[in-house]
């Protein structure tokens, strides 16, 4: 069993960047994939990145080139550097981890951009 405990969110203005971490109850080192998906008011939840425990990382269209994920596998976390936020980036973002069992899913943390 995985606990995911998000945090880093805040109200930030367009243009401006943060960094989410996401903090597991355990080593992620075998983790198959660690990631982020958002949910923006009245829209369905959406797939954001992922990464592999081989460091693989993939990206939804709209955020390639604004949006980074890591892992440290030292200190069980997982980060999404935000840059050149956007209005259209405000929503709850939620870290998810998959392993062979199942998926688990953090409580998320708010992001709001706006001026």
């Known amino acids: 069993q995985v606990q995911l405990v998000e945090s880093g969110g805040g109200l930030v203005q367009p243009g401006g960047s943060l960094r989410l971490s996401c903090a597991a109850s355990r080593s992620i080192f075998s983790i198959n994939a660690m990631g982020w998906h958002r949910q923006a008011p009245g829209k369905e939840r959406e797939f954001v990145a992922v990464?592999?425990?081989?460091?693989?990382?993939n990206y939804q269209d709209s955020v390639k080139g604004r949006f980074t994920i890591s892992r440290d596998n030292g200190k069980n976390t997982v980060y999404l550097q935000i840059e050149s936020l956007k209005p259209e980036d405000t929503a709850v973002y939620y870290c998810?981890?998959?392993?062979?069992?199942?998926?688990?899913w953090g409580q998320g943390t708010q992001v709001t951009v706006s001026s």
């Open positions: 990464i592999t425990s081989r460091g693989s990382a």
């Open positions: 998810f981890a998959q392993t062979t069992t199942r998926n688990y």
